[in-house]
């Protein structure tokens, strides 16, 4: 089954409107031969296998997303061959991209890519500016975009493209250079899916593992993790893997649910892995491996925190937050919140006073202006925030206060200014100041729903379907525009959306909208 895995020929699932799923197949690879007076091209996969393709008069052709004409492509380009059921061939797409986009030796390769290198030392990179993990840079939730949009009802957001076919699951998206990044599922497997952020075209998909299913969706819930020209991508059923974002090669792959003895959660992992440094940081729940730390290079085990009452996983995703000195990474067990020690894995403190037996789902939210930490959860529960207190290569924590106005189920918050925004069960979005505990104002907005933040304001998504564009204003409630998300599925809108290259992204099952959100 492993290495069945490893093939990125796939057959996928395209949904049309009124009708059942209909296969279809795709291939490829990097462009090894082509004939443009007959139509002819010969495609090599990442797995080694080869296969020509006549192109028919009928099939469309792309180039970099664009209409465009045979004779435009070369050996060394990247292609796409679309196919239906029959094997009739629809489409050939076409596209340059950093490991193909030379057809010159690997030597030269490398040379050309150093010398990009020294051109660049010193400019800052547009990587750290994207959207690279799950909640951002920092997994602050906040985006570094702006010239956006800040009245919907005067510039209302233009759909640019959507894209089909990603199958099921939660998967909110990544973002790196001129590739989007999600998880979905196709036949029986669970599959990392690269997107062109220009195009909304599928550039590649990569097998992770075997289908997760339940009742309240199948497939993904977690959203690959971008750390320069790979990604870690971890599946509903432990599924672990590093591939290359270039075309989705498999680097290693193991599943964290077997190799530390830990049983799956009721609705599926959830976590979005943590890169620090040379470390890959994941929460288990084995025995004494309520955290551990991978070597992020080939997977090996670096660490395991063996955390008292060997807490089970629960649905957040870890943090990094240093108090004092000392460097150390926060996650929300079953069981309650946690810290543990960077470098060694060393349990430093735990609370449970916002923690429910059921499902603890949304990322803890560092607030530094006074070295807290506020975390929460639904079920009828809170929020609480905690006070870390350094001492002697130690943190303890206390509790500063707990609030009932902050039952966040699933939806994220965010902390601008020392004020925490959020959705509270049973769809209250509220404002709270992390000074006093103080609940500042509440709306019903959209309802219930998950949120992010840019450019001052609050991009309030329901899982409903519906959108609001929300100030971050720590005085009152002010709205600047709705829309209705088309096309809504009929499972609820849980992915978190994401603000980055003036574009706002909305995941919806088989769907990926994409919406240019910048100023007229």
């Given at each position: 089954?492993r290495?069945?895995?490893?093939f990125?020929?796939?057959?996928?699932?395209?949904?049309?409107?009124?009708v059942?799923?209909?296969e279809?197949?795709?291939?490829s690879?990097?462009i090894?031969?082509l004939?443009?007076?007959?139509?002819?091209v010969?495609?090599?996969?990442?797995?080694?296998?080869?296969?020509?393709?006549?192109?028919p008069?009928?099939a469309?052709?792309?180039y970099?997303?664009k209409?465009?004409?045979?004779?435009?492509?070369?050996?060394g380009?990247r292609?796409?061959?679309?196919?239906?059921?029959?094997?009739?061939?629809?489409?050939l797409?076409?596209?340059?991209?950093?490991?193909?986009k030379?057809?010159?030796?690997?030597?030269?390769?490398?040379?050309?890519?150093?010398?990009?290198?020294?051109?660049n030392?010193g400019?800052?990179?547009?990587v750290?500016?994207q959207?690279?993990?799950?909640?951002?840079?920092?997994?602050?939730?906040?985006?570094?975009e702006t010239?956006?949009?800040?009245?919907?009802?005067?510039?209302p957001?233009?759909?640019?493209?959507?894209?089909?076919?990603?199958?099921?699951g939660?998967?909110?998206?990544s973002?790196?250079?001129?590739?989007?990044?999600?998880?979905?599922?196709?036949?029986?497997?669970?599959?990392?899916?690269?997107?062109?952020v220009?195009t909304?075209?599928?550039?590649?998909?990569?097998?992770n593992?075997?289908?997760?299913?339940?009742?309240?969706?199948n497939?993904?819930r977690?959203?690959?993790?971008?750390?320069g020209?790979?990604?870690?991508?971890?599946?509903?059923?432990?599924?672990?893997?590093?591939m290359?974002?270039?075309?989705?090669?498999?680097?290693?792959?193991?599943?964290?649910l077997?190799?530390?003895?830990?049983s799956?959660i009721v609705?599926?992992?959830?976590?979005?892995?943590?890169?620090?440094?040379?470390?890959?940081?994941?929460?288990?729940?084995g025995?004494?491996a309520?955290m551990?730390?991978?070597?992020k290079?080939?997977?090996?085990t670096?660490w395991?925190?063996?955390v008292?009452?060997?807490?089970k996983?629960?649905?957040?995703?870890?943090i990094?937050?240093?108090?004092?000195?000392?460097?150390?990474?926060?996650?929300?067990t079953?069981?309650?919140?946690m810290?543990?020690?960077?470098?060694s894995?060393?349990?430093?403190?735990?609370?449970n006073?916002a923690?429910?037996?059921?499902a603890?789902?949304?990322?803890?939210?560092?607030?530094?202006g006074n070295?807290?930490?506020?975390?929460?959860?639904?079920?009828g529960?809170?929020?609480?925030?905690?006070?870390?207190?350094?001492?002697?290569?130690?943190?303890?924590?206390?509790?500063?206060?707990?609030t009932?106005?902050?039952?966040?189920?699933?939806g994220?918050?965010?902390?601008?200014?020392?004020?925490?925004y959020?959705?509270?069960?049973p769809?209250?979005?509220?404002?709270?100041?992390l000074?006093?505990g103080?609940?500042?104002?509440?709306?019903r907005?959209?309802g219930?729903?998950?949120?992010?933040c840019?450019?001052g304001?609050?991009?309030?998504?329901s899982?409903?379907?519906?959108?609001?564009?929300?100030e971050?204003?720590?005085?009152?409630?002010?709205?600047?525009?709705?829309?209705?998300?088309p096309?809504?599925s009929?499972?609820p809108?849980?992915?978190?959306?994401?603000?980055?290259?003036?574009?706002?992204?909305?995941?919806?099952?088989?769907l990926l909208?994409?919406?240019?959100?910048k100023?007229?």
């Open positions: 089954m290495s069945k895995r490893l990125s020929l796939t057959v996928c699932l395209l949904f049309t409107f009124g059942a799923k209909v279809a197949a795709i291939f690879g990097s090894t031969s004939s443009a007076a007959q139509k002819q010969t495609i090599k996969s990442t797995q080694g296998k080869e296969k020509s393709f006549s192109i008069d009928s469309s052709t792309t970099n997303g209409k465009s004409q045979f004779d435009q492509f070369k050996v380009q292609a796409t061959v679309f196919t239906t059921a029959s094997g009739t061939i629809t489409r797409s076409v596209r340059d991209v950093i490991a193909s030379s057809s010159g030796t690997v030597s030269q390769l490398k040379k050309e890519m150093k010398a990009k290198k020294r051109a030392v400019k800052p990179s547009p750290s500016q959207w690279t993990q799950f909640r951002g840079p920092g997994r602050t939730n906040i985006s570094t010239g956006l949009s800040k009245d919907w009802n005067q510039s957001p233009k759909l640019l493209w959507t894209a089909r076919g990603l199958g099921e939660y998967s909110s998206v973002l790196s250079g001129n590739l989007v990044f999600t998880m979905g599922t196709k036949a029986n497997e669970e599959v990392v899916i690269a997107i062109d220009n909304g075209e599928i550039v590649w998909t990569q097998p593992g075997s289908v997760f299913k339940d009742g309240q969706g497939g993904p977690s959203t690959p993790t971008v750390d020209d790979v990604l870690y991508a971890l599946g509903a059923s432990g599924d672990l893997s590093r290359s974002t270039r075309n989705g090669s498999m680097e290693w792959t193991k599943n964290i077997q190799d530390f003895g830990a799956n609705w599926g992992i959830s976590e979005s892995p943590l890169i620090d440094g040379d470390k890959l940081i994941c929460s288990p729940g025995q004494g309520a551990v730390a991978l070597n290079q080939n997977g090996s670096i395991k925190a063996a008292p009452g060997n807490p996983a629960a649905y957040s995703s870890p990094k937050v240093t108090v004092g000195g000392v460097q150390q990474y926060v996650n929300f079953h069981d309650g919140i810290g543990v020690e960077a470098q894995g060393t349990p430093l403190w735990g609370n006073r923690a429910n037996k059921t603890n789902c949304s990322a803890p939210i560092f607030f530094p070295n807290s930490i506020f975390y929460a959860s639904g079920y529960t809170g929020g609480a925030l905690l006070r870390l207190t350094p001492a002697q290569n130690r943190v303890s924590a206390q509790l500063g206060f707990f009932q106005d902050m039952k966040n189920h699933h994220g918050m965010v902390e601008v200014d020392g004020f925490l959020g959705s509270s069960d769809g209250v979005l509220t404002c709270i100041n000074t006093n103080e609940t500042v104002w509440q709306n907005s959209v219930k729903g998950a949120l992010t840019a450019n304001h609050i991009y309030m998504r899982e409903a379907g519906p959108l609001a564009l929300v971050v204003n720590p005085k009152a409630y002010v709205e600047k525009g709705r829309f209705d998300q096309e809504r009929g499972k809108a849980w992915p978190h959306p994401v603000v980055a290259d003036g574009k706002l992204f909305l995941r919806d099952q088989d909208l994409c919406y240019d959100v100023a007229n």
